[in-house]
Structure formats: C-alpha cells, structure tokens
C-alpha cells in the first residue's frame, strides 16, 4: 500500500505577514499596473513584459513560481512549471492546462507520471511510478485509470487487466511471487464473479468469487486427486456438493487447504493525492 505524507511547503494564512513585491512600469490613474513593467518578488525573481489593469499578460520571466511565457494573460509553452505544494511538470502548458506528453513529479509521495495530458488532466497512456518501485502503465481517463492497465506491485504481485475509477475491474489476470495465478472477473479491485485460482502446487479452484473469497457454485481440485464440487460460502465448502477422492486420509489432510481462497490482500487500485493547486 502506498503511503501517502503531504508536506506543506508554503504556508498562506491571515497571520502571514504581507508579501513586499516592486513594481516598475506603466501604471493606471488608479494605480494599477498598466502597459509595460518589470514586476519584482522578495525572493529575487522578477517577471516583466505587458499588464493590463494589473494582470500579467505577455512575456517572460517567473511569476509564483511559475518559469514560463504568458500569453493573453495564461501560461503556455513548453518548460518546467512548479506549483505551490512543491509538485513539478516538465511538459506543456496550453491556457494554464497541462497538455500534450509530460513529466508530473508529486511532492507528497514522489510518485512520477510520464504519459499524455489533455486539459489539465492525465488523460490517454502513462505511466506512473511510486517512491517503492511499484508502477502502473496503462490508459487514463481524466486523472483516474481507465480502460487497460498494468500494475506491477514493489513485493513481486502483478495485476493485468481492466481498469475503471482507479480499480481493477472487469478481466484480468493477478499473479504472485509464489506461483499463484487467478484469472477471471473483477470488481472493486477484488476479485468478483467467475474466475480460476490455481496454486503453484497444482491445486485449482474454479468457480464464482465474491470479495477475494470462492462463494457460490465452483469445484476444488488437489494435485492429488481429491475433488469438491459444489457450494462455497467464503472459501469455505458446504458439504452439499459432490466429493471424490482415493481415501479418507487424503480428504482431510487437504480440507484445510478451500479456507486458503480468500486472499488476503486488500483491492487492487492506485492511490492518488489531492489535483495540483495551480
């Protein structure tokens, strides 16, 4: 699981005292910067180029932390724009909006996003890398994973699938370092509906899922030949199916083995802060 920690980094409150920014230009008879000026923060930067009735417009220079070109009053072209919680993006800017392939670093948790932006948003195909090594490569909706995906965790688990709102959901494949490979429905990052689970030993369950668990009609069967067919209520067999096996001794020393269908693993999705504060 990812964990997330939001460092602040600028801090604007009533209690702050006033930020001292120089002017030098064309100004308004009210006072308002007008024209052509240079525009001076206390840290050093400087903006300059055109206002009009107080708003940057045309030019060059950084303004709020923003390294870049102005136009008609919006930031656009191509560079490294910061923002003010510490988040970085090489990339585009079209009216203010991340656009086109672009490289998103978070402040928070270090996670780096390389792909396609539309509209301010991650949008089309990318890859995003968390602090731990797990990545998701795949498609993008809006901010949020949608359609085909990959999520490779840090621990050696793999999920290959489809996505929607950020959770595996509808087919897929999940595997882990053990062996072990389930191949069916999901729903909610869990694994849901019908799918097969097959143990690296060779056992095998086949049947309907619900939350990670084997729950409705599915059947059992161990490497040795021991084989349950019938319900399952939360990994568990209900005893009103049909069961084969060569002896009694083989029966029980596998009974154990249907509680192990519940996976304990929480729901396969991707995490994700707050949007970047422009």
Known sequence: MIKIILLLIITISCSSPPVTLVYTGQRTEDNIY???????????????????????????????????????????????YFYPRGDKYVGRLVNGLLEGSGILTRYADEAIYEGSFKNGKKNGTGIITYSDNSYYDGDWVNDVANGEGIFNYADGHRYDGEWSNSHANGNGVFSSPEGHTYEGEFMDGFFNGYGILKYSNGNRYKGEWKSNFAHGDGTFTSSDGFEYKGNFNEGKYDYDGNMRYTRSADFIGNEGELYNNGIERGPIKLFDPPPIKK
């Open 34 to 80: 007008n024209g052509s000026g240079e525009l001076t923060f206390p840290d050093g930067s400087s903006w300059n180029g055109e206002f009009v009735n107080g708003k940057a417009m045309n030019g060059e220079g950084t303004l709020y932390l923003y390294p870049g070109a102005f136009i008609e009053g919006s930031k656009n072209g191509d560079g490294e």
